[in-house]
């Protein structure tokens, strides 16, 4: 049992209508120009939801597209996955090399030897860390094909009026979204 709320506050367990704009892309050129767009145009990237692949098998995107329980990814930008690709290669380059300079380091005589552990050292790590984001991103890439065969990429647009619904709406159509609409 809870206890009533008092007048004139807000029940914090209450469900709060989301107003959004969706759209299903063919392809992800299309989905990466209408996000550009739509970020362009004054939308934050926390207003952008993607269908979580997970969610794929359980129907086609026009059927999830309404469905407010469907299992959403945030939109991270291409940039971003960049930058992680381009940590994880660095970080386990640098990694063993650290451990190989912390264990030669205090003796004048051990720096020659030190150089030539790190670069190999390096080396190795960095191609574990380039396995490693070959294989996210091949898992990436198998998720946005799943979804494109399944019949498009699902974007949610969060809005917050009227006018930016209808800013949100313009943006899916010029950019090929197909099954374009606003819903709660």
Same mark, same amino acid.
């Given at each position: 049992?809870?206890?009533? $709320?008092?007048?004139?506050?807000?029940?914090?367990?209450?469900?709060?209508?989301?107003?959004?704009?969706?759209?299903?892309?063919?392809?992800?050129?299309?989905?990466?120009?209408?996000?550009?767009?739509?970020?362009?145009?004054?939308?934050?990237?926390?207003?952008?939801?993607?269908?979580?692949?997970?969610?794929?098998?359980?129907?086609?995107?026009?059927?999830?597209?309404?469905?407010?329980?469907?299992?959403?990814?945030? &939109? $991270?930008?291409?940039?971003?996955?960049?930058?992680?690709?381009?940590?994880?290669?660095?970080?386990?380059?640098?990694?063993?090399?650290?451990?190989?300079?912390?264990?030669?380091?205090?003796?004048?005589?051990?720096?020659?030897?030190?150089?030539?552990?790190?670069?190999?050292?390096?080396? $190795?790590?960095?191609?574990?860390?380039?396995?490693?984001? &070959?294989?996210?991103?091949?898992?990436?890439?198998?998720?946005?094909?799943?979804?494109?065969?399944?019949?498009?990429?699902?974007?949610? $647009?969060?809005?917050?009026?009227?006018? =930016?619904?209808?800013?949100?709406?313009?943006?899916?159509?010029?950019?090929?979204?197909?099954?374009? =609409?606003?819903?709660?």
């Amino acid at each position: 049992m809870t206890d009533p $709320v008092p007048d004139g506050h807000q029940d914090i367990n209450a469900s709060v209508a989301v107003r959004e704009a969706v759209g299903i892309f063919d392809d992800q050129a299309s989905l990466q120009a209408a996000i550009d767009e739509l970020m362009l145009a004054g939308f934050a990237r926390f207003e952008l939801g993607l269908l979580d692949p997970a969610a794929v098998q359980d129907a086609p995107p026009h059927h999830l597209a309404d469905d407010p329980t469907v299992q959403r990814k945030p &939109y $991270v930008a291409p940039e971003s996955v960049g930058d992680a690709q381009g940590g994880l290669i660095a970080g386990f380059a640098l990694l063993p090399a650290m451990g190989a300079a912390a264990a030669t380091a205090g003796t004048g005589a051990a720096i020659a030897a030190t150089a030539a552990v790190t670069a190999a050292t390096g080396g $190795v790590g960095a191609l574990i860390g380039g396995a490693l984001v &070959y294989a996210l991103t091949r898992n990436r890439d198998r998720g946005i094909a799943a979804q494109e065969d399944a019949g498009g990429l699902l974007l949610w $647009v969060r809005v917050r009026s009227a006018a =930016h619904e209808r800013l949100a709406l313009d943006i899916l159509r010029r950019n090929a979204a197909h099954h374009v =609409h606003g819903h709660d």
